[in-house]
């Protein structure tokens, strides 16, 4: 494929051209690799370039919600999470003041298989990988994509470094980028023999792990929050400063700008709080709703064309599937038919709205405040958990990712408002109940706002 150097955004001068696929992704991570299997399973040749083939060392990634680990039936993936000693997961505690609110995932109406698991990320990545790799049309391969290949505004393909350090150039027709990157404490089992725990600590100079300012800060303000039972082994952990390891915890709106010929998934398109561990589970989402689009375009040639109809993806992912009929109006009549099939029968729900807005709103709410107003909402959401029943159920299939439905959020907010004021106003509506009743309502119509705006993302 070859095109004049002057109309090249980006040169293509002593870049040694490695041929042409119908779809480059770079990043082989989460995303990445499960996108390149599912695309690859249909028949697509797959590129695959990721910057570091080793296996992952990361801090983040090691919680699959049970709505993640549906997403990975549907991709034929379920057994990536085999023979990585991964621990199932049916549920959760909320651990405040002495107090316990055990909630556990509604998964009665699902096969005895389907659980959240947490494991280690690296090795759930391998198998990833190792299972893309398989395909004889997906290629995996070590590299630095160094720019995206621009030809009058499209997007052609990669420039990449392998790690001979030769300068090299991809062609593709399709670029997925998927490359990108107290308070409250999360506790669980990451194998059989180990226990990860993750400190969310808001301030912007992070105390020092080299001169012994994180063992002290994790010591003296978060050992005492801990459980009791894991309080020895807490301190002792800590001792030793080759268990602390730091990551930044970015939040990042999804705010696409589109381009013909590539593509934004994973974390280079969205982030949230790493609270409700929903990161993995609204990726495999967006693989899914991605597959499902890329189906019935037989030829991505047009770049253009398939810019349009993928503008519809950024809508999906964030609207109820049976709102879809009014974004489906620019495809043509057998891709709506097709389209209105999938809306029926699989019955797709949006994981990133309702993940993305829990995930944010949890953080603010349960971050260490003195603000008597939002030690109110503290307490009314853990009061509101420990009610159990249709109330905790409703939280739990939001948060595990099986019922991601905006409207049961809107639902819950508005029960947990009620709750609240009526735990207030009794026995009596004092003067002073009263003025904390109409506080709490302020904070609640301003979180509208703030949801309204999370839901963008």
């Known amino acids: 494929m070859e ?34 299997y599912a695309l690859g399973k249909d028949g697509r040749r797959v590129r695959v370039i990721e910057r570091d083939l080793n296996e992952p060392n990361r801090v983040a990634g090691d919680v699959l919600m049970p709505g993640g680990y549906l997403k990975l039936i549907e991709l034929g993936l379920e057994d990536c999470v085999d023979e990585i000693d991964a621990q199932r997961m049916l549920g959760y505690v909320l651990y405040k003041d002495g107090k316990e609110a055990p909630i556990t995932f509604p998964l009665e109406k699902f096969e005895s298989r389907v659980a959240g698991r947490t494991f280690h990320n690296g090795r759930f990545v391998r198998r990833l990988r190792n299972k893309a790799a398989s395909l004889h049309n997906v290629s995996l391969e070590q590299g630095t994509v160094t720019s995206l290949l621009e030809v009058n505004g499209t997007v052609k393909g990669v420039h990449y470094m392998d790690k001979s350090g030769r300068v090299l150039t991809a062609y593709a027709p399709l670029t997925v980028v998927c490359d990108g990157y107290p308070s409250p404490i999360l506790i669980y089992r990451i194998s059989s023999t180990e226990i990860q725990c993750m400190v969310d600590i808001p301030c912007r100079n992070l105390p020092s792990v080299s001169n012994g300012e994180m063992a002290h800060y994790l010591k003296t303000l978060v050992a005492p929050k801990v459980f009791p039972e894991l309080y020895t082994a807490f301190v002792s952990a800590i001792e030793n400063k080759d268990n ?36 993995m589970t609204v990726a495999l989402s967006d693989v899914v709703l991605l597959r499902d689009l890329l189906r019935p375009l037989h030829d991505l040639s047009d770049a253009s064309a398939v810019c349009e109809y993928l503008d519809s993806f950024y809508t999906l992912r964030k609207v109820c599937w049976t709102s879809c009929s009014m974004y489906i109006s620019k495809v043509n009549d057998n891709e709506q038919n097709w389209y209105n099939s999938v809306c029926s029968v699989t019955g797709l729900q949006p994981m990133s709205s309702t993940i993305n807005t829990l995930a944010n709103v949890l953080q603010k709410v349960f971050s260490a405040s003195s603000d008597p107003v939002m030690q109110a909402m503290q307490q009314t959401c853990f009061g509101y958990a420990r009610l159990g029943g249709v109330f905790a159920n409703g939280l739990s299939a939001m948060i595990s990712g099986l019922c991601p439905r905006p409207f049961s959020l809107a639902f819950h907010i508005l029960a947990m408002a009620i709750y609240r004021v009526g735990r207030l106003l009794l026995p009596f ?17 301003s979180s509208k706002q703030f949801l309204h705006n999370t839901n963008t993302i």
């Open 429 to 445: 509506p004092s003067p002073k109940r009263l003025r904390s009743a109409a506080e709490l309502l302020w904070v609640g119509s």
């Open 3 to 36: 095109f004049p150097k002057e109309n090249c955004a980006n040169k293509a001068e002593n870049h040694e051209a490695v041929g042409t696929t119908d779809v480059i992704v770079v990043g082989a991570g989460v995303a990445g690799a499960a996108l390149a």
């Open 244 to 279: 602390i390891r730091v990551m930044p915890n970015r939040i990042m709106a999804a705010s696409p700008h589109s381009i013909p010929g590539a593509l934004l998934i994973g974390d280079a398109l969205n982030m949230r709080h790493a609270i409700t561990g929903g990161g």
